[in-house]
Every structure is written in structure tokens, then in C-alpha cells.
T-cell receptor
Framework: QKEVEQNSGPLSVPEGAIASLNCTYSDRGSQSFFWYRQYSGKSPELIMF????GDKEDGRFTAQLNKASQYVSLLIRDSQPSDSATYLCAAPGNAGNMLTFGGGTRLMVKP | GAGVSQSPRYKVAKRGQDVALRCDPI?????LFWYQQALGQGPEFLTYFQNEAQLDKSGLPSDRFFAERPEGSVSTLKIQRTQQEDSAVYLCASSPGGFGTYEQYFGPGTRLTVT
């Protein structure tokens, strides 16, 4: 059974700081990883995906993948209170195109 | 363009009732997924369609759960004889491609409460 693990948090950072969210996965064969943001009472929203080792930047967001360590992270620069949400990490699951999600990390950005 | 839509947004059912949850994927998306999300947890996979074919239903928790996508577009998730443990948010997601395409876009979900 493929697993994706995240610290549930909450992770609290001050406004303007860098928030670092981490995720580990069990399947060495996983090739792609996804970060979703989920506001309370809303559905997950895709914000980043990464397929290759290294960094991928999109605005204030940077996804980092280290396949050797089976570790993927999401950095949010200049954190804003509107970034306060649960961040879900996902990887392809056991079969087909389904995704296996971590439990999510709750981020709180304090003004 | 329009995103994934789901209806109803909220459903309260008495234990033992049957419910039907509808999903309208993004137009042209080949793949459609159903997930179940309990409070404070990540979504858990239920079933997957590629066009009208149900390719994976390994996540359906019991034979009371049934899903269909007869014309390769709209999908319905049906739960028969609902139980309290079925209370959750049911999320539908669609993806533009077939096998190997993983970016999935979620609808707003249906919150099911079984009393």
C-alpha cells in the first residue's frame, strides 16, 4: 500500500515569513507529486505539481523534490494570512490514475 | 471556463435511505474520480472512470456503493441503505487525459450527513 505522510500541524508562521511544508512518500517508483490547498469547508485546489528532482517555482510557491530521500516539500515565500489553509500532498496511487493523499498540514499565517 | 460541479452540495439522509450524488466534470475531461473525505483527513480514493469505463473501484468501501458514468460525461455515485459511517464529504475530480495524466481538478463536494 503506497503511503504519503505529512505532519498535521498546525504550522504557525508570521506574515511575511517563509512557510515550509513537508511530505514523505513510501513508493520509490513515484514519479509525480502534487500540492493542493484546501480552505476550511472548501474542496482541494491544485497549486503545484512536480515531476523532476530539484526545484520548481511558481510565483511565491516553490516545490522541491528529492527522490533519493523520498521527500517533497512546498515553500511559500512572503506568507500572507490568506495562505492560511490545509495543504495536501499527493502522489499517484496503487493503480491507474488515482491519487494517494497525505492527511494534510494546517498552516496558520499570523498578521 | 466552468469547473467541476456537484449536486447536491449538502444532503441529510436518515439511516437506511438511498442517496444519489451527481458530478459534472470539466467538459472534455476523459478521467473522472470519486473520493471520500472525512473531517480532518485527506481525500480517500473510491473509484475511477476513463470515459464511460469504470477502470478501478477498489476504494469503494462496500457493495452498498455504486458509481456509473454511462455516457462518459456526468457521473453518479449511489449509496444504498446509508449508515452513519457514510457521513463524509464526497469529492468528484476530473482530469484531462487518460492513463499517465495525473493533474486532477476537484468539484466543491457533497457533504453527506446520515442521521
Amino acid at each position: 500500500q503506497k503511503e504519503v505522510e505529512q505532519n498535521s500541524g498546525p504550522l504557525s508562521v508570521p506574515e511575511g515569513a517563509i512557510a515550509s511544508l513537508n511530505c514523505t512518500y513510501s513508493d520509490r517508483g513515484s514519479q509525480s507529486f502534487f500540492w493542493y490547498r484546501q480552505y476550511s469547508g472548501k474542496s482541494p485546489e491544485l497549486i503545484m505539481f512536480i515531476y523532476s528532482n530539484g526545484d520548481k517555482e511558481d510565483g511565491r510557491f516553490t516545490a522541491q523534490l528529492n527522490k533519493a530521500s523520498q521527500y517533497v516539500s512546498l515553500l511559500i515565500r512572503d506568507s500572507q494570512p490568506s495562505d492560511s489553509a490545509t495543504y495536501l500532498c499527493a502522489a499517484p496511487g496503487n493503480a491507474g490514475n488515482m491519487l494517494t493523499f497525505g492527511g494534510g498540514t494546517r498552516l496558520m499565517v499570523k498578521p | 471556463g466552468a469547473g467541476v460541479s456537484q449536486s447536491p452540495r449538502y444532503k441529510v439522509a436518515k439511516r437506511g435511505q438511498d442517496v444519489a450524488l451527481r458530478c459534472d466534470p470539466i467538459s472534455g475531461h476523459v478521467s473522472l474520480f470519486w473520493y471520500q473525505q472525512a473531517l480532518g483527513q485527506g481525500p480517500e480514493f473510491l473509484t475511477y472512470f476513463q470515459n464511460e469505463a469504470q477502470l478501478d473501484k477498489s476504494g469503494l468501501p462496500s457493495d452498498r456503493f455504486f458509481a456509473e458514468r454511462p455516457e462518459g460525461s456526468v457521473s453518479t455515485l449511489k449509496i444504498q441503505r446509508t449508515q452513519q459511517e457514510d457521513s463524509a464529504v464526497y469529492l468528484c475530480a476530473s482530469s484531462p487525459g487518460g492513463f499517465g495524466t495525473y493533474e486532477q481538478y476537484f468539484g466543491p463536494g457533497t457533504r453527506l450527513t446520515v442521521t
